[in-house]
């Protein structure tokens, strides 16, 4: 609804303007005034004009407000020096509002450009790891964003199924005595199968010839019985990425294994493409000098076999191919790579991907352990959540027992990591703090305890859905309380075009927060049930309930309605 007050805004300045016949091209940006005194929307674009009408900024906005007609949505227009403050008509404005909330509130018109979103991409040799999890949720939390935004978007996993890790994994099923545990999950299996044989490499070395042995036939021949294993440990461990993911409510579209670009023969043409570019010092590959990039860029071994960069490049043409936009998601230190492989597919005419780093997240010292030793698995760290959760709806709500307080433990141990993740930017090192991340003051469970406060309500109101009338008289009188909720509620889908074209996820989680904090105190200070303006204020407090709901959502994060 703020796009479209925008939207009225900037047609009428450009109709005063041209009243004045200022044919001067400018871009008109508006802004939230720190105080509402100084009104709902501003715009200082007087500034842009200055230079070129050679008059002073505040000159120029009280020529434009002498001329300026007030939009339908608009009460009035006042310049502060070469500010023009917008005050909204907040019962036609509200009203607008009020009607728009529907249960698909959110949800924009189509975009022309098509996406591709790839994130994750763990390799499979074991399961996710807590060194995975932020790529999984800020891509995932993403996706969700963009298709919000309109974007016809389909998200991509990278499967490394020809790697050296596989080959590693593959020696072991071949050369070690190891029984995979059919009670555990696959992935674990197989990520203690990769432990042993690092173990193994250390201790004789010589072993990395035969693995090295393992990878040049499999991606020169591919034999069938070798086929057979990388494709069993492979299978094996995404099997078990996928029922993480499902926990943590992440689906990738589609699985696109590195192999295909062997097989269908274009690594070949990729290495073709950048024939003129490279040269041959037993390994092939490319200078990167010229380009300020002190490190080369290796495209073929020794031996004749590709490496992951050059499998890369030719995944990165084929997305620039099947979708207008490409966008990957990586961690800070694939930042030299990244810039490698950019210059490489410039090289070749295809558009740079566009990237978003991520720092890193950690658990403080002591905080959980883990039970394999080898790494702090999600499963460990969803485990870990839920139980805490438990424990915190065990001492609030003793009342609630066996299935339904499992099932909302998961909601908020799940939504607890999620929104801990997802509510800081990606620059930003993470250290996970339990007591933040499960704080029914301050995180998410605080956020879905207003949708379930909202729900509440609304059944013990019998509350049935249907739309009140709506009349200025009755929304002219509204409360200060109502009308910042409103006005906070009609943000959210300038919040939802923003991150999309930002893609940044944060805005969102920090929207959903302040949405849930203005809710509660409505909530706490407003009386609904028997006030004289009962009808409309359950309409408020079911288009929260819809808008908090939907802004969760976007996140990947239940709202339960009991909590």
């Not at 492979?234 to 099997?239: I, K, N, R």
């Amino acid at each position: 609804m703020y796009r479209k007050l925008e939207n009225q805004a900037a047609k009428s300045v450009q109709a005063a303007m041209k009243k004045l016949q200022w044919n001067v091209a400018v871009n008109i940006k508006f802004e939230q005034p720190p105080s509402p005194d100084m009104g709902d929307l501003a715009t200082n674009m007087a500034f842009q004009l200055a230079g070129v009408l050679k008059k002073s900024p505040a000159a120029i906005a009280e020529n434009i407000l002498g001329n300026l007609e007030v939009p339908p949505l608009i009460a009035r227009v006042e310049t502060r020096g070469p500010y023009l403050n917008f005050f909204i008509d907040n019962a036609k404005f509200f009203q607008e509002v009020l009607e728009s909330v529907d249960e698909g509130y959110g949800h924009l018109e189509l975009q022309e450009d098509s996406v591709i979103l790839e994130h994750t991409s763990a390799n499979p040799n074991g399961p996710l790891h807590i060194g995975h999890i932020r790529n999984a949720i800020i891509g995932d939390s993403l996706a969700r964003i963009l298709r919000a935004g309109g974007y016809p978007l389909e998200t991509q996993y990278y499967v490394n199924d020809m790697g050296r890790q596989i080959a590693m994994i593959v020696w072991g099923l071949q050369n070690l005595d190891y029984q995979l545990n059919p009670e555990e999950k696959s992935d674990v299996e197989m990520g203690k199968l990769y432990f042993q044989v690092n173990e193994a490499l250390k201790a004789n070395p010589e072993i990395k010839r035969e693995i090295d042995k393992i990878l040049k036939i499999y991606e020169q021949e591919f034999p069938p019985q070798l086929e057979k294993l990388f494709n069993l440990v492979v299978d094996e461990c995404l099997e078990g990425v996928k029922e993480t993911s499902q926990r943590l409510h992440i689906h990738h579209d589609k699985f696109v294994r590195e192999s295909q670009f062997i097989r269908e023969g274009r690594v070949d043409t990729i290495l073709d493409e950048l024939k003129v570019y490279t040269k041959e010092n037993e390994v092939l590959y490319l200078d990167l000098n010229q380009f300020g990039i002190e490190k080369e860029l290796i495209l073929r071994r020794s031996d004749g076999t590709s490496l992951y960069s050059t499998r890369d490049l030719a995944y990165h043409e084929q997305k620039a191919e099947e979708a207008n936009i490409s966008i990957d998601i990586l961690g800070s230190d694939h930042k030299l790579a990244l810039e490698q492989l950019s210059v490489a597919l410039e090289l070749i005419g295809c558009p740079r991907p566009e990237v978003i780093f991520y720092e890193f997240i950690t658990l403080p010292e002591g905080s959980m352990s883990t039970r394999r030793g080898v790494f702090i698995s999600v499963d460990d760290l969803l485990d870990e959540a839920v139980k805490r959760a438990m424990n915190e709806l065990i001492e609030r709500r003793p009342e609630l027992v066996g299935r339904e307080r499992k099932k909302i433990a998961e909601i908020i141990g799940v939504g607890a990591i999620r929104f801990y993740i997802a509510r800081l930017s990606p620059e930003k090192h993470v250290v996970f703090k339990w007591d933040e991340a499960l704080s029914f003051e301050r995180g998410c469970a605080s956020i879905q305890y207003a949708h379930a406060r909202a729900c509440k309500l609304l059944e013990k109101a019998n509350y049935s859905h249907v739309q009140v009338e709506l009349d200025e008289d009755g929304l002219n009188v509204l409360e200060e309380m109502e009308m910042d909720l409103i006005k906070t509620i009609a943000r959210f889908t300038r919040v939802i075009e923003e991150s999309a074209e930002a893609r940044r996820v944060h805005p969102v989680a920090q929207y959903a927060l302040e949405l849930a904090g203005v809710f509660n105190r409505f909530y706490k200070s407003i009386p609904v049930l028997g006030s004289d303006a009962e009808d409309l204020r359950l309409m408020l407090v079911d288009k929260s309930r819809i808008t908090i709901r939907n802004s969760l959502a976007l996140l990947g994060i239940e709202s339960p309605a009991s909590m």
